[in-house]
């Protein structure tokens, strides 16, 4: 972890209630899956996210405006300075897929991303469904096609394959060796009752980020686990839903 | 050069900043943020007798000012603590901690502080009889003096360190409270912990915490933590350990004079893990602005 003041550098609507956050300053290194906690002037706790990209003097995020909070932050001008607290919690074990499947659920897709990047550059196109509930939300598909194979998926049906995430992996009888997941929990869950060769990053409502408050705890096979410290990123074998 | 040093329950502490039980774990994990021999001490995450996971999620909500939990007494359980995290801590901090009890019962207690009877690096025990957060146990046994009386006499027979005992703000009156756990022979008082919060999701109309209702702390309740810790420290001849809300050197200063001889910090390590740290090194300079050399002196300076 490290804490540093970024700035705010482009902060645009890319879909409904979907916005992309570009930060710049000394951001240390991210490895995919990792998050980062913004804080949110006006406000006391800070806002937990996964990272969309990052190199050595950028960071970006994808959010949705869900609160006052992120409502708050849509509305930054460029060149706000925000504290963060960078390079939390670990990340997806890439050497475990020759052939990588990522599944995302709405905003899993910004985590997701950032990990077909990097497969990317070690020679590798994943395949990937990206969900959505409907055709207004979808976010993202043009980033993600970059790297790999797409598949979009929205749950009424307005754009690609109609129906959720776990119906369409079903329906396409994919190719893969090993899955790497980021959505809501009921999309994990069933991904990880249906296959057990993957890693689902959790979310959960945290209070600090680092480890410190106990305020995300899970339940897994192998004991309790932070979703901040030990997580985001679990196998899918050990969490117990 | 000023004097940050205090004494507390006969150990000298370099400076009277202790972060709070329940917002730095077991301490260890902050050691790979910064040098954590620079606090005074530090107050072990809430233990109990056997390990328990606590409420459900989500056990955590925003307020204005603050923050809401109800994390329910998460811990490996006291022989855990002993065998494994103290070690742990033991490796990266040189000072004494202190451990603090939550329980269902007095013998919970007794049982659960009992444990730590004979290690090392332990300051004090903290009986934690405020916790709002875990049904039937906790949080009644500060609210009636009599009660909370009794189980710090009975803790005390088979505790051998110094007994904090940590109020509640959710009373008529806490110096009341302070007295009778005085009268069972506490060594000293700790407040104030959270008050009795809740948030609504008006989504879903139903309590943002799974558990319903939280503990309310954060700059918040400052000045409720302000009042008690004067009222307290008027009523009682043991030491008073001040916390609630503090989030600058003022803030400490402030609990100080309201006569607190050593200042817990507590969400502020939430929001930035170097709060503590930040405390410390602000402490100097803010005594030079109230022309304070000894921070000894300070103690109940408002009273």
Redesign the interface.
């Known amino acids: 972890?490290k804490?540093s003041v970024l700035t705010v550098e482009k902060n645009h609507k890319i879909a409904k209630d979907t916005y992309r956050m570009r930060l710049s300053g000394d951001v240390g290194v991210h490895a995919p899956g990792q998050f980062v906690e913004l804080?949110a002037p006006g406000?006391?706790?800070?806002r937990p996210f996964g990272v969309f990209d990052s190199s050595e003097d950028y960071l970006e995020i994808v959010y949705k405006v869900v609160g006052k909070?992120t409502a708050a932050m849509s509305d930054y001008p460029l060149g706000t300075e925000l504290s963060a607290?960078l390079s939390l919690g670990n990340s997806f074990d890439m050497s475990k897929a020759k052939k990588p499947l990522l599944i995302s659920g709405g905003l899993g897709a910004a985590p997701l991303h950032f990990l077909a990047k990097k497969f990317f550059e070690a020679g590798v196109r994943s395949t990937i469904v990206a969900g959505f509930r409907n055709n207004e939300e979808v976010a993202l598909l043009e980033e993600l096609q970059k790297f790999g194979e797409v598949t979009l998926a929205t749950d009424d049906g307005s754009a690609g394959f109609c129906g959720n995430t776990v119906c369409c992996l079903e329906s396409l009888k994919t190719d893969f060796d090993f899955y790497y997941a980021c959505g809501p929990q009921v999309m994990l869950a069933a991904l990880a009752k249906k296959h057990e060769n993957g890693e689902i990053s959790m979310e959960?409502?945290?209070?600090?980020g680092?480890?410190?408050?106990?305020?995300?705890?899970?339940?897994t096979t192998n004991g309790?686990k932070r979703v901040c410290?030990e997580g985001p990123v679990f196998s899918a074998k050990e969490v117990i839903f | 050069m000023k004097d940050l040093s205090v004494e507390l329950l006969g150990e000298i502490l370099k400076n009277p900043i202790i972060p709070a039980s329940g917002t730095f774990g077991f301490g260890y994990e902050f050691a790979d943020y910064y040098d954590i021999n620079i606090l005074g001490s530090i107050a072990l995450k809430g233990t109990t007798v056997e390990a328990r996971y606590g409420n459900p999620l989500p056990r955590i909500a925003e307020c204005p000012a603050g923050m809401l939990n109800s994390i329910g007494l998460q811990n490996p359980g006291a022989p855990a603590v002993l065998n494994e995290e103290l070690p742990k801590l033991k490796k990266v901090y040189r000072g004494k901690v202190i451990v603090n009890i939550g329980g269902h019962s007095f013998d919970d207690y007794a049982q659960a502080a009992s444990v730590f009877n004979d290690a090392e690096n332990v300051l004090a025990v903290e009986l934690n009889i405020s916790c709002p957060n875990v049904k039937g146990g906790g949080l009644h046994f500060g609210t009636d003096a009599l009660t909370a009386e009794r189980l710090v006499s009975a803790v005390k027979k088979s505790v051998y360190k110094p007994v904090i005992v940590k109020l509640t703000p959710n009373v008529t009156s806490v110096a009341e409270i302070a007295k009778a756990v005085e009268s069972g022979g506490a060594d000293a008082v700790s407040l104030i912990n959270t008050l009795l919060g809740m948030r609504i999701n008006l989504d879903t109309m139903k309590p943002v915490l799974a558990a319903g209702a939280g503990g309310y702390s954060g700059p918040g309740i400052f000045p409720v933590a302000v009042r008690m810790i004067r009222e307290v420290k008027a009523a009682v001849k043991i030491p008073v350990i001040g916390m609630g809300g503090v989030a600058s050197a003022e803030d400490a200063l402030e609990l100080i004079a309201a006569g607190a001889s050593a200042v817990m910090v507590g969400s502020a390590n939430l929001v930035d893990p170097f709060a503590c740290k930040k405390i410390i090194e602000a402490l100097p300079s803010a005594m030079e602005r109230y022309k304070i050399e000894k921070i000894s002196d300070l103690v109940g300076a408002a009273l």
Do not use: H
Request: glycine content about 16%; charged content about 20%; proline content about 0%.
């Open positions: 972890m804490e804080t406000f006391y706790l800070r909070g607290l959960a409502r945290m209070g600090c680092f480890g410190a408050c106990m305020g995300c705890t899970i339940k309790f410290k």
